[in-house]
């Protein structure tokens, strides 16, 4: 997990550093660690580079370089949602050619992956953010570069047999969500975390 979670004025003083904001999942450091494991497996394979464990998550949105006054109101967007925890299961490997990177998906996305991104891309646009309007594709990178870009720009994504990244597919428990701001520094991307919010099922008996 990338830097630590915070609140108030401390979540501001991560940010001061700069960065782009994003939301994502992040897995639990024993999933992490086993992705990280089958990221250096598949980069013997097919060369390139592989991403460090404590790197690895899915991206749910985007809300891009912001102002210290409109990442308070991006960090207030994530509250409040009412959904379940859920499961994900990354049981499908991906090529992607064009973006250079390798890595997992789910062949059937759970319905709440989706919601929980399309309702904070919903959000950031209330904002006047500019959101990706590409549909959202959950998938976990774990391999920029390689051989296989030598493949046309723009075909499709080729599947990855499960031979070549051992000990995979898996599950991921999902639990929380994270606002984390990502900086580009020469040794790579550093990520920190800037707020958690824990999923919940809302409970229509309380007032």
Known sequence: MP???????????????????????WPPPELARRLGAAAVALGRRLGGRAVAAGNIHLTLVFAGRVTAEV???????????????????????????RSRVAGLACSQPPPQVCQLAGELAARLSALGLQMDRRPFAPHVTLLRGGRWLNAQPGSPGEPL???????????????????????????????????????????????
């Open 3 to 25: 830097g630590g979670a915070g609140s108030g004025a401390d979540w501001r003083e991560r940010q001061a550093g700069g960065g782009r904001l994003f939301f994502a999942l």
């Open 161 to 207: 047999a499960w031979g070549v990244i051992a000990g995979l597919p898996c599950r991921w428990a999902v639990c929380d969500f994270v606002l984390v701001a990502s900086q580009t520094l020469p040794a790579g991307a550093c990520y920190t975390t800037l707020r958690r919010y824990p999923l919940a099922v809302h409970d229509s008996r309380r007032r």
């Open 71 to 97: 990442g308070e109101r991006v960090a207030a967007a994530g509250e409040g949602l009412q959904l379940p925890p859920f499961e994900l299961h990354l049981d499908e490997g991906f090529v992607w050619p």
